[in-house]
């Protein structure tokens, strides 16, 4: 079973940064392609990041790139979202999940705890 555990989410000033983590279980990490998704209050849940598990390939979403760096340690079974120079509109609850031997956009299986991040000054 796929299971999540997200964490370093808190309140960070815009333009500060913030580490997010994510620790994966039950299955071994390098046989899935890694997303970040996240969730504002009252939308849907949307993809953010992803890192593939075939080249180490990352994905982001337009309005994150060159602020944002996903990263992977498969030993560890550990996921990574450096956020740099977040602002406002990246508020959200951020979740990561697998989307399958491929970055496709979408979440497989059911969604952790996800992690709150806070940007405001």
């Known amino acids: 079973q796929l299971q999540f555990v997200e964490s370093g989410g808190g309140l960070v000033q815009p333009g500060g940064s913030l580490r997010l983590s994510c620790a994966a279980s039950g299955f071994t990490l390098d046989y899935y392609a890694i997303g970040w998704f996240r969730q504002a209050p009252g939308k849907e849940h949307e993809g953010v990041s992803c890192?593939?598990?075939?080249?180490?390939?990352?994905y982001y979403k337009d309005s994150v790139k060159g602020r944002f760096t996903i990263s992977r340690d498969n030993a560890k079974n550990m996921v990574y979202l450096q956020m740099n120079s977040p602002k406002p509109e990246d508020t959200a609850v951020y979740y990561c999940?697998?989307?399958?031997?491929?970055?496709?956009?979408?979440?497989?299986?059911?969604w952790g705890q996800g992690t709150q991040v806070t940007v405001s000054s």
């Open positions: 890192i593939s598990n075939s080249d180490d390939s990352t």
């Open positions: 999940a697998a989307e399958g031997h491929y970055c496709s956009g979408y979440a497989v299986g059911s």
